[in-house]
């Protein structure tokens, strides 16, 4: 009786012998241990490059805006050959269509930045001074450089543009100088990327002859695009 009672003592154990023996061998969920612990840094890994990437896109396509904006500002313009060409307040308002046309939903500037376009020139005491100024946008965002007016406070009188590599007009002429600022929305989280804000300035001398006089009205009913007002196009 004995002798059975231990034999029957031991059947359990050597069972679990056995199963423990036979899990030590076996391999077969040895590649799902290793997914299930290699997939987050993965899926990190993956998103990470993903806004990176996202970044660099729409840096690249806020630059293009503003270079774009400030050269087709630099052309705009009616007028002959003989005489000084006009600038009316439909074609500033033109351009401000095109830059969003350019930019796309995806990017949405006016939602979420603004352009401010300046008309940089040579004032009669020597000093650089912003002639007329132009914005568009809902983002709360003044010039960097300074406002409109010879009387301006903020008269940027050295021209415009960061220390080192600054804008100035020439004697009757104006250099187009536009800066757009745009809040970054994130393609995933803005835990991957340290961006918040992308700035991009361009500039371009004004092509032809222009009346630097003032900006002309067409019809009398044209709206200004005012940098007092935080607006889109339609």
């Keep these: 009786m004995h002798l059975i009672s231990r034999i029957s003592r031991r059947k359990p154990l050597l069972s679990v012998k056995r199963t423990l023996s036979a899990l030590a061998v076996n391999t077969s969920g040895l590649a799902l241990i290793e997914l299930a612990y290699s997939l987050p840094i993965l899926m990190g890994v993956g998103m990470y490059g993903a806004e990176v990437a996202n970044v660099a896109m729409v840096r690249m396509r806020v630059n293009q805006i503003s270079m774009h904006a400030a050269d087709n500002a630099s052309r705009i313009g009616e007028g002959s050959l003989l005489s000084q060409k006009k600038i009316y307040e439909s074609d500033i308002n033109d351009l401000f269509v095109g830059a969003d046309r350019q930019a796309g939903k995806y990017v949405d500037i006016y939602e979420h930045g603004r352009i401010i376009i300046s008309s940089l020139e040579k004032h009669s005491d020597g000093d650089q001074y ?57 393609l995933i989280s803005s835990t991957f990327t340290s961006t918040r804000t992308i700035t991009t300035r361009g500039a371009f001398n004004v092509r032809d002859r222009r009346d630097l006089t003032q900006i002309y009205d067409k019809t009398g009913s044209d709206p200004v695009s005012s940098c007092n007002v935080y607006d889109g196009v339609d």
């Excluded at 965002?141 to 020439?170: D, L």
């Design 130 to 186: 912003i002639s007329w100024q132009r914005c568009k946008g809902k983002k709360v965002h003044q010039s960097s450089y300074g406002t409109a007016g010879a009387s301006s406070p903020s008269r940027p009188v050295n021209g415009m543009g960061p220390a080192g590599a600054r804008v100035t007009a020439p004697d009757n002429q104006a250099v187009i100088f536009v800066e757009v600022s745009y809040d970054y929305q994130p």
